[in-house]
């Protein structure tokens, strides 16, 4: 999955929409300190579906909303938009069989409201973008998305932390997933079937 274009309004500090295109190749942002570098790298995450807002350096997940400053009052929302070039080989899923070819997922958070994902138009739940990503080896939690710290991290973690990693870039993450719904499924149907033995023993 390649990124190419990225969208922010009233994301963190950038409060006016704001458009950046990804070409092909090596991206490099510069900056001078705080001026938003790695809020570019935490919209990514957060489009991707990230859950924590501790991961997001804030203390609730509307701290992403831009907070004002002495001279422009706050949002009162804040929408990442990324557009992105899966090749087919990677379309699985009900939303990727959708739309192979580009797919682009907004996220926007509204104070008081929460959030609420669209892929390509169409309003999803955060697990399908979570799916969508994962699905293509990549996603929130991505170790291709390396922000400050993480290197160290990554030498510190435990076997079992990594062996999340690696199974997140061979894409099989997605797969946990579906396989706790079809167990949760499984569950669900024993049950019904025991509860349907005991009508049966009732009525006999
Ligand atoms: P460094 O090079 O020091 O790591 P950076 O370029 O990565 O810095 P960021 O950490 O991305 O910078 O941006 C920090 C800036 O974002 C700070 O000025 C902070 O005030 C601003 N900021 C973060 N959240 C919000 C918010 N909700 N509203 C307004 N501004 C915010």
């Known amino acids: 999955m390649k990124i190419k274009r990225l969208k922010l309004s009233g994301f963190k500090s950038f409060v006016d929409p704001a458009e950046l295109r990804i070409e092909p190749g090596l991206t490099g942002i510069v900056g001078p300190n705080g001026c938003g570098k790695s809020n570019l790298l935490e919209a990514i995450r957060w489009v991707m579906g990230e859950s924590s807002a501790k991961s997001m350096r804030g203390g609730g997940m509307e701290d992403v909303i831009f907070a004002g400053t002495a001279t422009r009052p706050a ?23 959708a739309n192979d070819g580009d797919v682009e997922v ?23 973008v979570s799916l969508l990503f994962a699905d293509a080896a990549t996603g929130a939690h991505s170790p291709a998305l390396v922000s400050q710290g993480k290197i160290s991290a990554v030498i510190a973690a435990k076997p079992t932390e990594r062996r999340m990693m690696l199974e997140e870039a061979a894409g099989i993450a997605g797969l946990h997933v579906r396989r706790k719904d079809a167990e949760q499924k499984l569950r669900a149907t024993e049950t019904n079937l025991a509860r349907l033995d005991e009508l049966l023993a009732d009525m006999a």
Not at 75 to 97: D, H, K, N, Q
Not at 109 to 128: F, H, L, P, Q, T
């Open 75 to 97: 949002r009162s929302f804040a929408e990442v938009t990324i557009l992105t070039e899966r090749p087919a080989s990677e379309v699985i899923g009900p939303i990727g069989a």
């Open 106 to 128: 907004v996220r926007r958070i509204e104070r008081g409201a929460g959030s609420a994902y669209r892929v390509n138009g169409r309003d999803v739940r955060a697990k399908d």
